[in-house]
């Protein structure tokens, strides 16, 4: 008994993250270089067998990487992964909500031709899921000693480079994403605000146009890269920034 309380003093120390949508992606990278720095992974998939394949891929590499299946659509899978962190660890010390999908072209006319559905659909997985995981977690996110949420946004979700004739996104526009990431962002300077005085610190990520399935070939990042802001944001110092919109550690307009 007495062992058994030692270890679980002992596994509650080391830093836990959980990353949603984390089977391949921007998200599995993450996980590696969080993993790396000696955290133990929760790998959030809504295809368990994937996730299962992507922490055997991680644990092979030395992280201690586990599999968790999390939809993040589905309320159910939601608090069973919930209730299986706080009956394992008691606490959380890393939430990324990295989950996210794009439903619709880039460029053109998708004010007029987006459907309601792919509207909803996308704010389902971009914004509220964010929003539903975050307070499903946040009673074991105020446990840990230094917790750090990661809403992983995009460039394109800035209103003010939207909105500016010129900018490098102008010509992106994408309504149903968009509007997702700038509610998403919204949600964070809102979350930043409710949590002052708090150890837990909430900021959004730009990874940057990155090669994955979203992103395509042709985006300009490498994965390794993508990753990096995900990483400084979930590892940031008590002196770190909180409520703010960042790519590679420096701010973006919202
Ligand atoms: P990918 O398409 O490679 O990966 C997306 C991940 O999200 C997959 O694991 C996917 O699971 C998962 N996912 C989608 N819906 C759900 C859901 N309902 N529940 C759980 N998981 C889900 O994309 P990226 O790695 O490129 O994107 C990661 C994040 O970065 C996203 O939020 C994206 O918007 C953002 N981003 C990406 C950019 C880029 O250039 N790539 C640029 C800016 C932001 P499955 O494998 O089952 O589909």
Do not use: C
């Not at 998200?27 to 996730?51: P, S, V």
């Not at 009956?87 to 959380?92: P, S, T, V």
């Not at 990874?207 to 300009?220: H, I, L, R, S």
Request: net charge negative; no cysteine.
């Amino acid at each position: 008994m007495a062992r058994r309380n030692e270890e679980r003093v002992m596994s509650t120390e080391k830093k836990i993250a959980l990353i949603s949508g984390a089977n391949k992606g921007i998200g599995f990278e993450t996980a590696r270089q969080l993993g790396k720095q000696g955290i133990t992974i929760l790998l959030g998939a809504r295809d368990l067998a994937k996730g299962q394949a992507a922490a055997e891929q991680l644990k092979k590499e030395g992280v201690d990487a586990r599999a968790v299946k999390l939809d993040v659509v589905k309320p159910d899978d939601v608090k069973a992964a919930t209730e299986s962190v706080a009956n394992e660890f008691g606490k959380l010390d890393i939430l990324i909500n990295n989950a996210g999908v794009m439903l619709e072209p880039i460029g053109g006319n998708t004010t007029t031709t987006v459907s309601e559905e792919t509207l909803r659909d996308t704010f389902e997985t971009n914004f509220f899921s964010a929003v539903s995981m975050t307070n499903a977690f946040l009673p074991l996110l105020k446990k840990s000693d230094a917790g750090r949420i990661v809403n992983v946004s995009s460039i394109l979700g800035s209103l003010a480079l939207h909105a500016a004739e010129g900018s490098p996104i102008y010509e992106a526009k994408a309504l149903a994403y968009d509007a997702s990431k700038a509610a998403l962002n919204a949600y964070t300077i809102h979350l930043a605000h409710d949590l002052k005085g708090t150890k837990i610190k909430v900021n959004s990520a730009h990874p940057g146009w990155v090669k994955t399935d979203m992103g395509t070939d042709a985006a300009p990042m490498e994965i390794v890269d993508g990753a990096k802001t995900e990483v400084q944001l979930a590892t940031l110092g008590a002196d770190g920034p909180t409520g703010g919109f960042f790519h590679l550690g420096e701010a973006i307009s919202w």
